[in-house]
């Protein structure tokens, strides 16, 4: 008999043969906080703070800034909240900062590249953050990261920020986390490398799969191409989380794929530790993860990242969910 999905909403997500994954939140702004964990979210996985950057005549300072952190530490009570910088730029214009116009934006200047030209506005909010991470589980990704070199500067600047506010005694937590979205191709290649550097790692499968498979995601022309289920993809998702697990980092989703429940046991299979989505996909997801068993997932993912085409793919899914785990 099926359980009422309501009845998963606050409980644990957990496979019918015991293994938990995490179910986050994604939001965009400090007043859905409350409403994701109202929805059954176990942490914040995603808070996109551009938001708070954009359609302004200039940029919220850092009191603004810590007001809004502290509004989603304090909704959260204690469960983990991974506030993500500012992904601004690009496809994401922001009239103040006076960024040139770019043929190819996504490929631009865009999130992290932009930070060294503005760094006070990057410390700025590194500020804010560490401020308000007294008041919860306080987690800092940075998106768009490519290389070494740019989470080494990136872990400079954070150094630096927090010795000036120890130095004038301002309160900040000394156990803040600092992750990556991994996002660009590059950065699945070198992810032993990456673990040296960082805490742990959010699969930004949006953008991954556009970079991955050179689709430009907003692109109706070539949309029938961008396809997260490209073998490629889930060949690229296996190594990442493996090779992190080997080092002991943790790595969750935040991309729309994660709320695709066709896909789920492949995402479960792949040993992702959590999956991040917008709130409303959250007990349907949990009530999913039910009825799905994690030896037959980690079966289904090794036979899928085998597959030569997307539509072996699809079959293998199809048939999979037809017999049943
Ligand atoms: C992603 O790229 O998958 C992601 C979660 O970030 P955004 O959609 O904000 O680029
Ligand atoms: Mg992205």
Not at 71 to 79: E, M, Q
Not at 184 to 211: H, K, L, R, W
Request: proline letters at 4%.
């Amino acid at each position: 008999e099926k359980k009422q999905k309501e009845q998963f909403i606050y409980q644990p997500a957990v496979t019918s043969d015991g293994h938990q994954i995490e179910i986050a939140a994604n939001i965009a702004c400090s007043a859905e906080a409350s409403s994701a964990f109202a929805n059954g979210a176990e942490g914040i996985g995603l808070f996109r703070t551009e938001m708070l950057f954009m359609d302004r005549q200039s940029a919220p300072g850092e009191d603004e800034q810590f007001e809004h952190y502290c509004k989603v530490l304090k909704a959260a009570v204690g469960k983990p909240v991974i506030i993500r910088t500012m992904d601004i730029g690009g496809d994401k214009p922001i009239d103040y900062l006076n960024l040139p116009e770019e043929n190819n934006p996504f490929l631009g200047y865009r999130a992290v590249r932009i930070y060294p030209k503005f760094e006070q506005l990057f410390r700025t909010q590194l500020r804010a953050i560490l401020r308000a991470s007294v008041y919860g589980s306080t987690k800092i990704m940075i998106p768009m990261i490519q290389s070494i070199e740019e989470i080494r500067w990136v872990k400079q600047q954070l150094a630096e920020v927090k010795a000036e506010l120890d130095s004038c005694d301002i309160a900040n937590s000394g156990q803040v986390q600092l992750g990556i979205m991994v996002e660009v191709p590059a950065v699945a290649f070198i992810i032993d490398q990456f673990c040296q550097e960082v805490d742990f790692f959010s699969i930004g499968s949006n953008d991954m799969t556009q970079y991955l498979l050179a689709v430009d995601r907003d692109n109706g022309q070539v949309s029938h191409l961008y396809n997260s289920l490209a073998p490629a993809f889930l060949r690229m998702l296996g190594h990442v989380v493996k090779t992190a697990h080997e080092h002991n980092r943790w790595v969750g989703l935040c991309g729309e794929l994660g709320a695709d429940n066709k896909v789920l046991s492949l995402l479960v299979g792949s040993g992702l530790d959590e999956l991040s989505m917008s709130a409303p996909k959250i007990t349907a997801t949990k009530a999913a993860l039910n009825d799905l068993a994690l030896t037959h997932c980690q079966q289904l993912f090794e036979q899928a990242c085998q597959c030569p085409t997307i539509d072996d793919v699809t079959t293998l899914l199809e048939n999979a969910s037809a017999t049943g785990p």
